[in-house]
Each structure stands twice: as structure tokens, then as C-alpha cells.
């Protein structure tokens, strides 16, 4: 079980794999998350579904800390510890005409199956994704089977637009009506979309993928304050409509750990 | 005989609230025989009825006095498998032992240091119990292998079932691992009792969250269960509603005890999970979970661990003997007090304001009622656990639209059986949190039904 089919390198921080998880696997929808752990002592990783078939997962993953680390080093053919899942609500599909996504580095990977979803009920979607260089933007290629338009940004201006996604997708709604955006990346950056779409009138939903220990709606570690009330990003999300969401709190709460992660990394990868 | 009870050997307490080894040693035979030998043998013993799953509690101390321990196992284990775990948790002091006749005069035979007794002395020295199953052949699924589940399935085993228990997490035992501490239930003491229903043929599936990686009617129509227990339990965190409670260091005792015992951060980073807790750390509530999270603050090496609870001592719903045991290892009950906020910088928790408490006329639960003052007193905090209750997990019920759930999200049963034909409840999921062994009397009773269910529809 859990026995991993393929992996590619996306970049020098990100990768993909399919895992096959046939439990996972054959209720999944749009939005559905899992957790995996590497090995009989390893943390809980929430990642969400790209794509599925009836057996298997694709999963994109970042290597930021000591377990997703870990994780990288898993071959193909090599098997995972544990698959649990499908976890969280399936995405919310509404009722729209024209949709533009928002994808910031690794963030393109919780976009693409709601993006998708989208497309594949003959709404218009444009993409708009963001990276560090040209080689963080990610599943791009798959993108452009169901995407109208998909414009770039990079930190670096190595491909697309020398910037921030905001800035492409302002320019963009001086042009363009779009009645919802979907918005998924670092906290900073669906902060920052929400700002914008505010001021253009654009309905934000978001992603959200706070610290999570079960994923089952049992620990509470994933709680998200949204208009001064309690949600558990596991069972009550992923997604979320993005007003009124706590962003500040939210990255306080994702530095919790900061500590001890480098701690980890330090000790047993010998890096920062 | 002796009139006192028999004392069990524990770790010193300053040298415990250092380790997560366990607290109470157990009973040795010599101290076992003892203690034995206090027992009446009563003609109509009161202990068995006031034992949730009807241990003949007479016959195995008996045995015991015979010195035959493995009949007292064998005694013990055709009423609940596990007894090494039910020794340990077992609130005795308010069921078995409450009812002995002993407790009248002076003290009460300690039921359950025997029963611990034997439990150990059958994992020790591997007893196993061959026990001749009839196959029947029909399949019946259980959802959760904690103790509600543990126990459905083994009676509906010996009945001759071919059962399939399904569990969420990475491991099995639900509560035992992921909420009872390792100083309270060692984990490999869990493990063991578990293997016994393994040994009976019982299924273990994990991983497998019901509701979403299989639906209740998949179980049905695809997988061909006659029949479905649902043993979930309650592990959805209750929260205090006031201001603050979403600040970093806030935790549900869930989240944290989860952390440390299944997850295992008390050893990072040897393990990858860790857990921060900082020096002062205020636990919020009096029941077991609550006295379970402040020990466990203790042992991670916090200087300051009170509770806030906001009624008197006399009320607190824990064990007795936990209770007895986290003052020993320097627990501060800080009583009469009931949070109303927290309060921080850069949305991490620095201090927690309590109204004082009274206490007024009794409530619905006999106890006192605690009325607010008006008064208020703060405390600066690095950390905070809520420990106030959980709710039944929610997973299932959102798959299960057709399960009919009471306002508090418990699943509503008639004689175990819930508002979907064949499908049945106990434990934890119907009865919101409580304990261990009445847990392990509902799935044994649902079990009945169950089997009268499937005998009547087939």
C-alpha cells in the first residue's frame, strides 16, 4: 500500500508524486486534502489532492521543513508510511461566468483541481501565477489544458511581469470582469489579493493550510478566526471565502513552531 | 484480614513529574493474595452489577486467593479483554469498589489494583485463550478501534462474525493512544490488549475514515456488511467561547495531548512533532483530560502548571486517585475561578482574567452551582490547555446527513440502534465524552442488538 508510482522534479524546491492510496483516492473530489507521514515516527503532512483516478494521488510538496524533506527522498517504488484521506469539504462550485486564479509558488498545487473543477463545468478561467524565478511556476503546462489566459510574475522577472501577482491581476481587472477570484499562496499574498479584490469588487475565496495534527476536526491546531468566529481549516475548509479571515493571526500562528522546525533541520539535515 | 486496603507502589513524585514512566508499580502476588484475602465472597456481591461490563469480580478474586492467576484472567476475560487497560483507568472508586460491602465500615477491596494485577501478569506471561469461534460468515463493519469499537467487535467475534474494524488514525486504540497518557496507560500496554482481539480474528483497518474514504452505504452495497457499529467517539474540543482563545499558545488539551502521547513530541527532536509550553501554563477544566494535560505540562518541564476550575475540590469530575496524584507532583488547583479572557502581544497569549466564583444552590447535577462575583483576578501565562469536554466527532455526521444527531452532535439511539436500519451506535459518540469502560459496556450490549438485528433480517 501507499506505494509511490511516480515522482518528478518540478523545481529545486518543489516536487510531485502519485502515490497510490486507493482508499484516498476513490472518494476524492475538488478540494479534498490528505495526510501523509514518511516513516513509523513521522509527522503528520497535510497536502492537498492535485488529481486523482480510482487508485491513485498526485500530491505536490515543498521541501521547507524536516518532514517534507524527508519526504523528497522517498524513490519511486519505495512505499509511504501512511495515506489517510480524502479530508475537508470539497470545494464550494459557484455559480459564476468568469473566474481568474491566483497562484502563489507552490500554491499553483491546491489551485489546479478547483481551478479545473471550474473549467470543467464551461466557466472561463484565467490564471494568473506567481513565482520566485521562471522555474517556480509550477504545472503550468497542465494549467493551459482548461486555462483561457494565464499571465506570469516573478520576483526576478526571469519570466512574465518583474513583481507580485497583485500587480498582474490589477492590471488585468482594468480590462477584465471577473466575478470571483481564487486565491492560493503564502498567507502575505492571499492577504494582499483580498485587499485588491476588495477594491475591484471581486468575490476572494481562498485555500488556507494552517498547522494540522489530525485532520479530522479533533485537535483544533488548524483554528481560523473568520468575522470573530471559531473554523477548523480541516473540517470546516480548506476553503474559505476570504472575508473577514484574520490573516495576521493566522501568520502568528504559522511561526509557532519556527523555533523547533530549524531546530530539526539543523540537528538531523545539517541545514538552516 | 487486614482491615486497610493494600497500598500500591508508585514513582517518588518529584522523581515522576520528571519522566512519563508510569506512575503506579502494580501490585506484586504477595501483595496481591493480601489484598485478595479481603474480600467477603459476598453470596449477592454488589460489585458485579455496578461493573459496567459485569465482571464476576468474586470468582477472579478467588482465584487469585488459589493462587491460580490465569483462571482469574480467564475469569475476567470472557466479561472484557482488556483488563490491564480497565485496572489502570477504570474509575472504580465511583462503580466496583464504591459498591463493595467493605466500604461501609472501611475501606473497599481494591478491585482495581487486581484486576491490573491480572491483566499484567496475563501480558507478561502471554496467556492466550484459544477460543473455539463458529464462523457464520457474515461480515459486520466497526467505525473506531478505541474502546466502545474494541469491545463491540470482540463480542460480535465470539458470536461469529467476520468483523472489520476501521480507525482514522495512523494507530489503533483510539482515546487509550491518543488522549490517556503514557504515565496513566503505557502505549504498549494498549497495544498488547488490542492483539488479543487480533488473536481472536478480528480485523484492524487504519487510516480509513468513515464517512469519506468509505461511505456508510458503500460499507453496505459495495463491501457487503450486514450490519455497522459506530464507536467514533468524542474528539471534537469544546471551547470556552471568550475573547482570546484563538491566540498561539492556547491549545485544546486535545491538540496537545495528542501531540505528546500519539504523536510523541515529549521526545523531539528525536521525534519530528514538537510541542511548546513554556513555564506557566494555565489548564482549564476539572476532569480527567484536564488533570491528564497539567501533569503532562509538568513533565515537559513547566515550572508553573495550575488549574483553573470553577467550582470547589469536592466537585471535580476526575479519577480520585489522579487527582491525588497531580497534587503530590505539584499541580496548583486554583478553584472558584472561570476564565473570561485571554490577552496577549503579536497574537500570542501573555495572561488569562478570571471571574471569581461562588458557589450557590445545587444544580441538575447535584453539585453546587457556580455563580460569578464580579470580581476578577489575573494571571500572566505563557501557555493555556482547554480542558472542558469534547463533542462526537463531526466527519461522520457531515458524510451521513440521514444520521440523526441531537443538538450536542451525539448520534440519537433506541436500544443502540440509530435512525439508519442496521447501522448502531455506542460509547463516547452517544454519550458525549466519558469514560473508558462505559464505553466498553455499550459496544458489548450493542453488539446484542446487533446480532438480533441481523438474525431477524436475514
Known amino acids: ?272 | 484480614m487486614k482491615k486497610e486496603r493494600t497500598i500500591m507502589p508508585v514513582q517518588h513524585p518529584e522523581i515522576r513529574n520528571k519522566n512519563f514512566l508510569e506512575v503506579a508499580l502494580g501490585l506484586n502476588l504477595g501483595l496481591a493474595k493480601i489484598e485478595a484475602s479481603r474480600c467477603l465472597d459476598c453470596k449477592n456481591p454488589r460489585c458485579v452489577p455496578a461493573c459496567p461490563v459485569s465482571i464476576d469480580i468474586p470468582a477472579f478474586i478467588k482465584n487469585i486467593n488459589e493462587e491460580n492467576i490465569e483462571e482469574a484472567y480467564f475469569t475476567i476475560y470472557k466479561s472484557n479483554i482488556l483488563p490491564a487497560i480497565c485496572g489502570r483507568v477504570c474509575p472504580q472508586e465511583k462503580q466496583c469498589e464504591r459498591a463493595c460491602i467493605l466500604a461501609i465500615k472501611s475501606e473497599s477491596v481494591s478491585i482495581g489494583a487486581l484486576e491490573r494485577f491480572v491483566g499484567d501478569y496475563a501480558l507478561e506471561h502471554e496467556l492466550k485463550i484459544e477460543e473455539c469461534i463458529l464462523e457464520n460468515n457474515i461480515k459486520v463493519a466497526i467505525v473506531g478501534s478505541g474502546p466502545a469499537g474494541i469491545s463491540a467487535a470482540a463480542s460480535l467475534r465470539r458470536l461469529g462474525y467476520s468483523v472489520d474494524v476501521y480507525e482514522a488514525l495512523h494507530e489503533f486504540g483510539g482515546v487509550l493512544k491518543y488522549g490517556i497518557p503514557d504515565f496513566r496507560l503505557p502505549k504498549d500496554i494498549v497495544d498488547l490488549e488490542i492483539e488479543k482481539a487480533t488473536n481472536m480474528g478480528v480485523h484492524f483497518h487504519k487510516n480509513i475514515i468513515i464517512g469519506k474514504s468509505i461511505t456508510i452505504d458503500q460499507l453496505f452495497d459495495e463491501y457487503g456488511y450486514k450490519s455497522i457499529f459506530l464507536g467514533n467517539g468524542a474528539g471534537l474540543p469544546k471551547s470556552l467561547g471568550v475573547p482570546g482563545e484563538n491566540l498561539t499558545g492556547v491549545y485544546f488539551a486535545n491538540e496537545f495531548l495528542t501531540r505528546v502521547n500519539l504523536m510523541k513530541a515529549r521526545d523531539f527532536p528525536n521525534t519530528p512533532t514538537p510541542v511548546r509550553i513554556g513555564q506557566n501554563v494555565a489548564v482549564v477544566g476539572g476532569g480527567n483530560v484536564a488533570i491528564d494535560a497539567a501533569r503532562t505540562a509538568k513533565r515537559l518541564g513547566a515550572k508553573n502548571v495550575f488549574i483553573l476550575y470553577r467550582r470547589d475540590m469536592d466537585a471535580l469530575p476526575a479519577r480520585l486517585e489522579e487527582v491525588h496524584h497531580a497534587i503530590e507532583e505539584g499541580i496548583d488547583f486554583r478553584l472558584l475561578l472561570n476564565p473570561v479572557e485571554f490577552s496577549g502581544e503579536n497574537y500570542s497569549v501573555k495572561e488569562v482574567k478570571c471571574e471569581i466564583m461562588e458557589l450557590g444552590e445545587p444544580d441538575s447535577s447535584g453539585r453546587r452551582r457556580p455563580m460569578p462575583t464580579g470580581k476578577y483576578k489575573t494571571f500572566k501565562i505563557d501557555s493555556s490547555i482547554i480542558s472542558i469536554g469534547q463533542s462526537p466527532n463531526p466527519i461522520l455526521k457531515s458524510a451521513t446527513p440521514n444520521l440523526e444527531t441531537d443538538s450536542r452532535g451525539r448520534i440519537v439511539v433506541n436500544d443502540y440502534q440509530t435512525s439508519i436500519p442496521g447501522v448502531f451506535a455506542g460509547g463516547d459518540v452517544v454519550s458525549g465524552a466519558a469514560t473508558v469502560i462505559l464505553a466498553m459496556g455499550a459496544g458489548k450490549e450493542a453488539a446484542v442488538e446487533m446480532d438480533n438485528y441481523i438474525k431477524n433480517n436475514n
Open chain 1, 1 to 272: 500500500m501507499y506505494r509511490i508510482k511516480h515522482k518528478e522534479i518540478l523545481n529545486v524546491d518543489v516536487e510531485l508524486m502519485i502515490v497510490e492510496a486507493p482508499f484516498v483516492a476513490k472518494n476524492a473530489q475538488p478540494g479534498n486534502f490528505l495526510i501523509v507521514r514518511v516513516d513509523e515516527s513521522g509527522e503528520r503532512i497535510p497536502l492537498t489532492i492535485v488529481e486523482n483516478n480510482e487508485t491513485d494521488v498526485t500530491i505536490v510538496y515543498q521541501k521547507l521543513g524536516y518532514s517534507t524533506t524527508l519526504l523528497s527522498k522517498k524513490q519511486i517504488g519505495e512505499e509511504l508510511f501512511d495515506v489517510v484521506g480524502p479530508l475537508g469539504k470539497s470545494s464550494h462550485i459557484r455559480d459564476v461566468k468568469c473566474v481568474l486564479g491566483i497562484a502563489g509558488g507552490v500554491g499553483a498545487a491546491p489551485l489546479f483541481p478547483q481551478l479545473k473543477e471550474y473549467a470543467n463545468q464551461g466557466i472561463i478561467v484565467d490564471l494568473v501565477i506567481g513565482g520566485r524565478t521562471k522555474e517556480h511556476l509550477i504545472l503550468v503546462e497542465k494549467y493551459k489544458e482548461f486555462c483561457r489566459n494565464i499571465y506570469y510574475a516573478t520576483d526576478d522577472g526571469s519570466f512574465g511581469t518583474k513583481g507580485f501577482v497583485t500587480q498582474v491581476a490589477e492590471e488585468l481587472y482594468q480590462t477584465t470582469t471577473y466575478d470571483l477570484s481564487i486565491a492560493i499562496g503564502p498567507l502575505i499574498m492571499m492577504k494582499n489579493c483580498v485587499a485588491l479584490n476588495k477594491k475591484y469588487n471581486v468575490l476572494t475565496d481562498v485555500s488556507l493550510n494552517p498547522i494540522m495534527i489530525d485532520g479530522t476536526g479533533m485537535c483544533g491546531n488548524c483554528r481560523v478566526t473568520i468575522n470573530n468566529k471559531t473554523f477548523f481549516a480541516c473540517v470546516d475548509g480548506p476553503d474559505f471565502p476570504a472575508d473577514g479571515i484574520d490573516f495576521e493571526e493566522l501568520m502568528s500562528k504559522q511561526q509557532y513552531y519556527k523555533e523547533e522546525e530549524s531546530h530539526i533541520c539543523r540537528m538531523k539535515l545539517g541545514k538552516e
